[in-house]
């Protein structure tokens, strides 16, 4: 399975980096690809280096503003001329989308992904790896839109959200 992942290119506190690289070590160990944005900083670089360690295959989408961020030791990277095209990429070779923290960037990924989905041009999975509650606020505004009717589809239609990184797998592969 290709799993594009949505993450922060910054280094981090150990409470998110240890949940990473646990998924990390999940993903690789599985069999599966990730795909994600091709960076080696950050929490993107350690996420590459658990699954690269555990034998998976790593995609990297990369953009031409950041490539010299880009990852060297990926079975593949593309370069993109844009963040547009990037994001076009990264959910055009996934099988499912797994959010981790991030930023901006991150929001900005998962939020297209959803309206995308919502519109019925995908239906790929969507899970957020809700580390410490990060994605509490997210989780809540999404509810709310659904318990008032801003959402065409069921939010369970839409997301799942999970604490654990065992728990996405279980979610993903069931899917599968």
């Known amino acids: 399975m290709n799993i594009t992942v949505f993450c922060s290119a910054f280094s981090l506190d150990e409470r998110y980096t240890e949940p990473a690289a646990e998924f990390a070590r999940l993903l690789g160990g ?13 929490l993107m670089g350690l996420l590459a280096d658990g699954v690269k360690e555990a034998g998976g295959r790593l995609v990297g989408i990369s953009v ?22 990037r994001k076009a990429q990264l959910l055009a070779r996934a099988d499912a989308v797994v959010v981790l923290v991030g930023g901006l960037g991150t929001l900005d990924e998962v939020t297209e992904v959803l309206e995308l989905k919502k519109h019925a041009l995908h239906d790929k999975p969507v899970v957020v790896l809700d580390t410490d509650g990060f994605y509490e606020g997210l989780r ?28 996405v797998f279980t979610h993903l592969e069931a899917r599968a």
């Open 140 to 167: 809540l505004q999404l509810r709310r839109m659904d318990q008032e009717g801003f959402l065409p589809r069921p939010l369970a239609e839409l997301i799942t959200f999970t604490a654990d990184p065992a728990e």
């Open 30 to 42: 599985r069999g599966h690809t990730l795909v994600w944005g091709g960076s080696h900083a950050g």
């Open 64 to 85: 031409e503003m950041l490539a010299h961020k880009a990852y060297e030791g990926a079975d593949e990277l593309v370069t993109t001329r844009d963040l547009a095209e």
